[in-house]
């Protein structure tokens, strides 16, 4: 999977809506020193972009496999686009996490 190229699409899509995002997951620790296996790029965004992101991420040819409320998961037939996992937080949650956040 092209973790960078896959971020950079998403990335690009919520930035331009003003909607912030941020890696979780295993590349998320791995920015923090502690490295271990991961196949799947796992990202954080505000709740209010899901409907919009999913919609751009199917007209980019990933099939959502579950969406929740919280939670949404894509996979691509082009390995390099691969799985992606997006957890979505409520504004307050998304305040306080962002606030948090720093660059890598």
């Keep these: ?4 190229r896959v ?6 899509f919520l930035e ?11 590349l998320g620790l791995h920015a923090h020193g ?3 296996a991961t196949l799947d790029l796992d990202l954080v965004s505000e709740a209010s972009s899901q409907g919009p992101l999913v919609a751009f ?10 969406r929740s409320a919280g939670y949404s998961n894509h996979l691509h037939a082009d390995p390099d686009l ?3 996992d997006l957890v979505y937080v409520d504004a ?5 996490l962002f606030a ?3 660059a890598r």
């Design 7 to 12: 971020y950079a699409l998403v990335a690009g």
């Design 34 to 36: 502690v490295t271990r």
């Design 92 to 96: 307050d949650t998304a305040r306080s």
């Design 1 to 4: 999977m092209d973790f960078a």
């Design 16 to 26: 331009a809506r003003e909607a912030r995002v941020a890696v979780v997951g295993g």
């Design 82 to 84: 691969g799985r992606l």
């Design 57 to 66: 991420l199917e007209l980019q040819g990933y099939e959502t496999l579950h």
């Design 100 to 102: 948090g956040c720093t």
